[in-house]
């Protein structure tokens, strides 16, 4: 056997690099990024060397290497001398670099890639480099708080702006150059103190991209200041504009006080002004630009509209001083501020801009008293003395201005009807009903009892209030009989998991801060999948709210950035009717305005709510933990495992499930969280645990549980899951743990996932590999002087000893236990010996096609090849060629695809995958998988969200494919990085042969000594993208569709109408980009139209034929069956197929541009009335069940979703299933697909022994595809 050469696979690069960063020298380096990733942070206040030692920071050398080697800073001081490794890479006379800033590297910066990335660095500089002593030392420094983007926080040091206008003006070497001596030194201190008082530090530099003074201009905008030559001294002085003055004491100017006339008053008309200033500011932590914003609501309310003005503030370091800059302009930009022109005789002469004055003419203007600040004094041009101010209404006195005879101008009637918008209606739990309901009346309310709780987003600025419009189930028309207030809400900024304590939000909708406070109750989600929190604190700066979890009677649950977040307590609304568990009632809720009244009843939408018996459940119980020797203390969510042998003695484990006591009578409305100890319990309270295996069959049952913990056991887990029966090494199990009482269950459960594993063999299998020489052409012989040539012989022996037994000897000895199996294999060197691999043929899509730089208008075949399990197979080259080619055409050798095999089933939209077996036993790991990477399980591709270990979180139906049930055993190609692929391209419709020929270390293989297989090419990337987020009245698709009423009377069937809405998809545009299957707010692709086809299926013994009642093609995401139309379709089908009262329609959904279809498609079943239903004669006749798939995770796949049988049922409720699952590879001809049947269990493979069967080596290729080609 050969010894492998090394190869070279790529480079590092090595460069001395010299680099200047500004004018020197400065306080401080602290952080050094290249390519906007942290090589170095911390603190160099003078000439230093450092190592950066980060050779990984760009991936390593499987990404493009880092930055290794030394780092020499020179701050550039005035005896400075530059760094030994730059003199000795720079040769003859060089400069010391004195006055600035350089630093140079020398080492590593990339390897793979030869081209160096940006470097960049963050410097202070407040006490170095003035021109002298440093003018006022004390204020210079302004400490602040900035902020990282995940919100953590970062010292940042701020320059007092008063000492930056002082050293632009004297600093000899870049500024003005002024002497000291010309500056009112106690007015600068005075300014100073104050700026330092108010935090007001600055960040900012001079590029010189603009004039001197231009810089200067634009600090004094910043803080707002005048800066001027004092009349009285003769030198430069500088005046804060504040409200720091009197208004009582200041000089007033009228007709007999100076006053000579006022030659200028405009007035800018309300509807021009500004009611939203937006500023903008920049981050120096993050070295990004952010914007706060800041509202005039009043104003916004008299125009209509938003008037926006946006203004750069580039020295703004925090959020914080951003807003008290946006408060400073809105006040003077959303105020009728009027300009003035006055003209005074010389009692004016002490005025000086900056100055505050009065001024009074009620009997020309109609002034009585307006507060002026002067902005500029002209005397010079003046020929009779007279002193010409100019100024505006200072923002500060705005309030103390009074006008007489002032007109309002005409005012802007905003639109005075009344809208909806966002909607949230729930049953009332027991904390709220509390709160709400006097105690007289809620020591009545009966267990069967419930009410609604309503809560609507406001509308407009005018809506007040809404109306309630309820029509329970039996009553024929709305009635108007409740009311409630708007209810603010936000949306979650962040995602969060299930007992993270701080979130962002953004979109909010608070009027004022008494709309939030903390202590308060917050609800996340919707009516169906909601968690009741506690605000404990509120940062509306930063936009977090710190929460505590799970409140009232529900859990904690992880929810997703843009679920909403209603601000519920003391908002909201009911009719205040009670209504049977059982019932559903259907509600309208109906905004109004003072002028344009309530909404259209008939054109609300219709919100529907089933009571479930919410008030009187016990609460959930609190703080879950699972703990077990080996893996510790975990929470409930977190995966705990059970193996037969841990610790010393080799003991089996046993998870032991510990909780608190919720009381509901005790709790009242209290918002208890999740994390707090004992309360109660209730009298009467147990608790139940449900075990599930990994087909969703409910094993166990363990009621009447009345402490706080329960142990189960390894025997347990074993005999529920019967692990010791099946090939795999172990099974997965879920235990739901909930309340009992008075035969209802608790209203929220908790989920506790398990794995138990095999008892450890007690077997001891012998691997003997022997290789011996034999004879060729001739006989061995034997002697001393016997030579043994010829080829290698490879001989390979399996023994299996007994079990639990040693075996014994003479002559009535019994060998128990396993037999002994012998297995031996010999070749000479010119035998071929071709192994079994395991392959699959794919259609490249689209998006793998850019991913690989490949051409991607023509079709093409990747090959996913598992690595042989004898792992004495090191590589293969790729063969492939047309059907209707006689030659194959090779492509080289290439890489072995990472493959796992689904550990259990995952439903339609599960986003957690784990895989049991993989790659890594046969030298081929799996943890090249990265976040974003497409993988491929069945025909579904679903993009890589996060990884730990073995589970995976997934995004749904990416690309041009949907999401599909998958059952365990699937095999989960991770070929998004290691795939082969054809460099041929195809036809359309051509039939490509894929051939892997293994490289062997005996005689050569040709493609003719391994099977070939087929692929049918169907032109998939020219395909448009199926729609996503596919729902029908508002469930997703594979939920069965309900164009009928829950309650219909099948003698009278009637139809109800039914909405498809869909969102859409653009090859084009999203490229490279992997969304998955929930994605919105993406254009749709030019052309692409949706086919929407209804209709049914006639089979006969010997044929089917689909008959179609309705086809059409639309532009729009979104489609609507009416009332009618479904009563005309259904009585059709419903005579053809012999189903009265009820009949199954098969619906269909594609996307279409130019002829072609998507790649996948939609398929979904859809009830209709049908004939009225014969006496005697069953309903829906041709209705197919509803499948029953497997859910390892829940019988009921919404944990949130209370157990909708009665009380008392003992929890048995059957599991909630999935329906169709589109054919991946559809027929124009044919738009409906049928459901998927589960696959037939995959042959034993036992150990992974090479050669186990002749047709494949692995378990799970069993289930491949039959890609064989005919005749071969």
């Known amino acids: 056997m050969g010894k492998a050469k090394n190869q070279t696979v790529g480079y590092k690069y090595y460069m001395g690099i010299h680099m200047g960063m500004g004018r020197g020298p400065v306080d401080e380096l ?36 880092g930055i290794d080697g030394t780092f020499d800073l020179m701050m550039g001081g005035a005896s400075q001398v530059k760094a030994s490794k730059l003199a000795a890479m720079l040769s003859g006379d060089q400069p010391e670099f004195r006055g600035i800033v350089t630093a140079f590297f020398d080492g590593m910066i990339c390897a793979m890639n030869p081209y160096p990335k940006k470097w960049a660095f963050r410097v202070r500089r407040v006490l170095q480099g003035w021109d002298g002593a440093v003018w006022y030392p004390e204020k210079a420094k302004i400490s602040l708080t900035g902020r990282y983007a995940d919100g953590g926080s970062r010292e940042v040091i701020a320059m007092n702006p008063v000492h930056i206008i002082y050293e632009a003006l004297t600093n000899r070497g870049w500024g003005l150059g002024r002497d000291r001596s010309l500056f009112l030194d106690a007015a600068w201190k005075a300014a100073a103190d104050k700026v330092y008082e108010e935090k007001f530090g600055l960040c900012i530099r001079w590029g010189r991209q603009d004039t001197l003074m231009s810089f200067v201009q634009t600090v004094i905008d910043h803080i707002g200041c005048a800066v001027y030559v004092d009349k009285f001294t003769g030198k430069f002085t500088i005046k804060m504009i504040r409200d720091d003055y009197d208004a009582d004491s200041l000089p007033v100017f009228d007709t007999d006080s100076g006053l000579l006339q006022i030659t200028e008053a405009t007035n800018a008309s309300p509807f021009n002004l500004v009611n939203e200033i937006i500023v903008t500011g920049f981050n120096p932590v993050t070295n990004e630009t952010f914007q706060v914003r800041q509202h005039n609501l009043a104003l916004i309310q008299t125009q209509g509209a938003i008037n926006s003005d946006t203004r750069d503030y580039p020295g703004l370091p925090t959020p914080e001083l951003a807003l008290r800059i946006a408060q400073r302009d809105l006040k003077a930009a959303s105020t009728n501020i009027r300009r003035f022109t006055i003209v005074c005789d010389r009692r004016a002469w002490h005025t000086q801009p900056g100055d505050v004055i009065k001024i009074r003419d009620p009997q020309s203007r109609g002034i009585e008293t307006v507060i002026l600040r002067i902005g500029n004094v002209e005397e010079s041009g003046q020929t009779d003395g007279a002193i010409k101010l100019t100024g505006v209404q200072d923002v500060f006195g705005a309030d103390l201005n009074t006008f007489a005879d002032v007109q309002p101008p005409g005012h802007f009637e905003p639109p005075a009807e009344p809208d909806i918008a966002r909607t949230l209606v729930y049953e009332a739990p027991y904390a709220e009903l509390v709160r709400f309901i006097p105690e007289g009346e809620f020591n009545t309310i009966k267990a069967m009892e419930g009410y609604i709780r309503a809560h609507a987003e406001k509308p407009t600025p005018i809506c007040m209030a809404f109306d309630l419009a309820v029509r329970p189930q039996g009553q024929a028309d709305f009635v108007v009989n409740g009311n409630g207030d708007f209810t603010p809400l936000a949306e979650l900024g962040n995602q969060i998991g299930y007992l993270d304590t701080q979130l962002t939000y953004d979109k909010e909708e608070f009027e004022d801060e008494d709309d939030i406070y903390v202590g308060m109750s917050l609800l996340i989600g919707d009516r169906d999948t909601h968690e009741i929190v506690r605000l404990d604190a509120w940062d509306p700066v930063q936009k977090t709210f710190t929460i505590a979890r799970g409140c009232m009677d529900t859990i904690p649950q992880r929810h997703f950035g843009g679920e909403l977040i209603w601000a519920i307590e003391d908002n909201g609304g009911s009719d205040w009717t009670r209504y049977l568990s059982g019932e559903t009632v259907e509600m309208k809720i109906l905004p109004w305005t003072l002028r344009g009244g309530r909404f259209p009843i008939d054109d609300a939408p219709i919100d529907e709510l089933t009571f479930r018996h919410r008030f009187i459940r016990p609460y959930a119980p609190g703080h879950v933990l699972t703990t077990t020797t080996a893996g510790g203390q975990k929470r409930w969510y977190e995966n705990q495992d059970l193996r037969y042998d841990v610790g010393p003695t080799e003991v089996p484990d046993f998870i032991v499930i510990t909780w608190t006591h919720r009381d509901r009578p005790v ?126 012989v490879a001989q390979l022996l399996m023994s299996t000893a007994q079990e639990d037994s040693d075996i014994v000897s003479g002559d009535d000895a019994d060998i128990y236990g396993a037999q002994l199996a012998q297995m031996a294999t010999a070749a000479g060197q010119s035998t071929k010996l071709p192994p079994i691999v395991d392959f699959y043929l794919y259609e490249a899509p689209y998006l793998t096609l850019l991913r690989d730089g490949r051409n991607s208008s023509r079709s093409q075949m990747l090959a996913f090849v598992a690595r042989p399990s004898d792992r004495t197979t090191d590589g293969f080259d790729f063969f492939s060629r047309d059907s209707a080619e006689q030659n194959w055409t090779t492509n080289g050798s290439q890489p ?51 990884i730990n270990g073995k589970r995976i979180r997934v995004g749904r139906g990416s690309a041009d494919t949907i999401p599909a049930p998958h059952y365990a055993g699937a095999v989960v190609w991770l070929f998004d990085r290691q795939h082969a692929a054809s460099n041929q391209l195809f036809a359309d419709e051509a039939t490509a042969l894929g051939n892997v020929r293994p490289h062997a270390f005996a005689e050569p293989l040709l493609p003719a000594d391994m099977p070939t297989k087929q692929l049918k090419m169907q032109y ?173 995770g829940s019988p009921d796949p919404n944990p949130n979703n209370p157990d909708p049988q009665p009380p008392g049922d003992g929890g048995t409720t059957d599991p909630t299933p999935d329906p169709e699952n589109p054919d991946p590879n559809p027929d124009p001809e044919v738009p409906d697909t049928d459901p998927p049947e589960p696959p037939e269990p995959p042959e034993p493979d036992p150990d992974n022994v090479f050669g186990w069967s002749n047709m494949w080596d692995h378990g799970w290729a069993a289930a491949l595809p039959d890609q064989s080609v005919t005749g071969e």
């Not at 050094?32 to 160099?44: C, E, F, H, P, T």
């Not at 550990?903 to 077996?917: C, M, P, R, S, T």
């Not at 009423?1045 to 039914?1058: F, H, I, S």
Request: charged residues 20%; proline residues 7%.
């Open 30 to 65: 602290c952080e050094i990024k290249v390519g906007d990733r942290q090589a170095w942070q911390g603190s160099l206040t003078g000439n230093a060397r450092i190592n950066i030692s980060k050779p990984d920071l760009f991936g390593g050398t499987k990404g493009e290497g």
């Open 667 to 792: 709790q009242q409305d209290k918002l208890i969280d999740h994390e707090q100890g004992d309360i109660g319990p209730e009298p009467g309270t147990t608790y139940r645990l449900r075990v599930f295996n990994a087909k969703g069959e409910l094993v166990r049952t363990e009621t009447g549980i009345d402490g706080t913990q329960f142990i189960y056991t390894y025997a347990m887990a074993s005999a529920d899951t019967k692990v010791e029966e099946g090939s795999p090494e172990s099974a997965a199990g879920t235990m739901f743990l909930d309340a009992m009482r008075s035969g209802y269950n608790s209203w929220m459960y908790y989920t506790l996932p398990f794995t138990v594993h095999k008892k450890p063999p007690q077997t001891a299998n012998v691997a003997q590999l022997a290789m011996a020489t034999a004879g060729e052409d001739t006989e061995i012989t034997s002697g001393e002087d016997a030579d043994i040539s010829g080829g290698q």
């Open 896 to 946: 072995w695809t990472p493959w796992g095999v689904l550990k259990g089933f995952i439903q339609h939209l599960g986003n957690e995958l784990e895989v049991d077996a993989t790659s890594d036993t046969d030298g081929v790991p799996i943890d090249t998988l990265q976040p974003n990477d497409i993988i491929l399980v069945d025909n579904e591709l679903l993009v890589v969200q996060t």
């Open 1020 to 1192: 998939r990337p020219k395909r448009p993208y199926p729609p996503g987020l596919m729902l029908a009245n508002g469930l997703h698709w594979y939920e069965r569709v309900r164009g009928i009423p829950d309650d219909m009377d099948y003698t009278a069937p009637e139809g109800k109408a039914v909405t498809l809405t869909w969102a859409h998809r653009n090859r084009i545009s999203q490229g490279q980009t992997a969304y998955d299957h929930l994605a919105s707010g993406i254009a749709p692709e030019n052309g692409v139209r949706y086919r929407v086809w209804v209709g049914y299926t006639v089979s006969t013994q010997t044929s089917s034929s689909k008959v179609t009642l309705f086809e059409t093609e639309v532009e729009d995401a979104g489609i609507t069956f009416s009332k009618a139309q479904l009563e005309l379709w259904g009585p059709r089908a419903g005579y053809a197929l012999k189903s009265g009262g009820v009949v199954a329609l098969q619906v269909a959904v594609n996307a279409v541009r130019d002829g072609l279809f998507n790649w996948q498609g939609y398929g979904m079943t859809m009830l209709a009335p049908s004939y009225p239903l014969p006496p005697g004669e069953k309903p829906g006749t041709n209705v197919p069940p509803e499948p029953n798939y497997p859910n390892p």
